[in-house]
T-cell receptor, first 112, second 114 residues
Framework: SQELEQSPQSLIVQEGKNLTINCTSS?????LYWYKQKYGEGLIFLMM?????EEKSHEKITAKLDEKKQQSSLHITASQPSHAGIYLC????????????FGKGTLLTVNP | DGGITQSPKYLFRKEGQNVTLSCEQNLNHDAMYWYRQDPGQGLRLIYYSQIVNDFQKGDIAEGYSVSREKKESFPLTVTSAQKNPTAFYLCASSIGVASGNTIYFGEGSWLTVV
């Protein structure tokens, strides 16, 4: 079965620093989603990538999908305490049997 | 406001009892999903529905049941057959199940078995 590996599992940064979270699949990604979650709350949609080499940005967050469509990265520039939370990547496996599989998440702490 | 409403937010259940979690959406989405989230395990798919009166098992359907009688509603019943039901449950919806459709999530429901 297709699995998503996220790294690192947790990350502590000082406010203002840049950071990157990675999401790697064992197979080709048909669609890759990035979400943010506060503990005990719902997931907030950030971005969705489909094409190899695609890059999208929203405010200070940029997500990229590599050309081989097996790895995605989420980059935050000049982090703020509001960026703290759990970041989850999810991938659509394709085919007639729907399945959206998520990684285990990356816990981000931003210290003021 | 448009969105997905889950209720209740917190629920306590005694062992041996069934409990139903509500999920309502006013986004006019065809597809709806239920996920379970446990610490350190990410989200796991329980059931999903592509259209009214149709639903499919996900990865961990044992001990759960669903119905889809209305487009807006997709309730999840946690039965006494579910061995470890204490978890955070998330409902989601999208226009369809195809890749490229944004999947939106509700605020989640905490279920604790006492």
């Amino acid at each position: 079965s297709q699995e998503l590996e996220q790294s690192p599992q947790s990350l502590i940064v000082q406010e203002g620093k840049n950071l990157t979270i990675n999401c790697t699949s064992s197979k080709t990604l048909y669609g890759l989603y990035w979400y943010k979650q506060k503990y005990g709350e719902g997931l907030i949609f950030l971005m969705m990538l489909q094409k190899g080499g695609e890059e999208k940005s929203h405010e200070k967050i940029t997500a990229k999908l590599d050309e081989k469509k097996q790895q995605s990265s989420l980059h935050i520039t000049a982090s703020q305490p509001s960026h703290a939370g759990i970041y989850l990547c999810g991938e659509y496996s394709g085919g007639s049997n729907y399945k959206l599989t998520f990684g285990k998440g990356t816990l981000l702490t931003v210290n003021p | 406001d448009g969105g997905i409403t889950q209720s209740p937010k917190y629920l306590f259940r005694k062992e041996g009892q069934n409990v139903t979690l509500s999920c309502e959406q006013n986004l006019n989405h065809d597809a709806m999903y239920w996920y379970r989230q446990d610490p350190g395990q990410g989200l796991r798919l329980i059931y999903y529905s592509q259209i009214v009166n149709d639903f499919q098992k996900g990865d961990i359907a044992e001990g759960y049941s669903v119905s889809r009688e209305k487009k807006e509603s997709f309730p999840l019943t946690v039965t006494s057959a579910q061995k470890n039901p204490t978890a955070f449950y998330l409902c989601a919806s999208s226009i369809g199940v195809a890749s490229g459709n944004t999947i939106y999530f509700g605020e989640g429901s905490w279920l604790t078995v006492v």
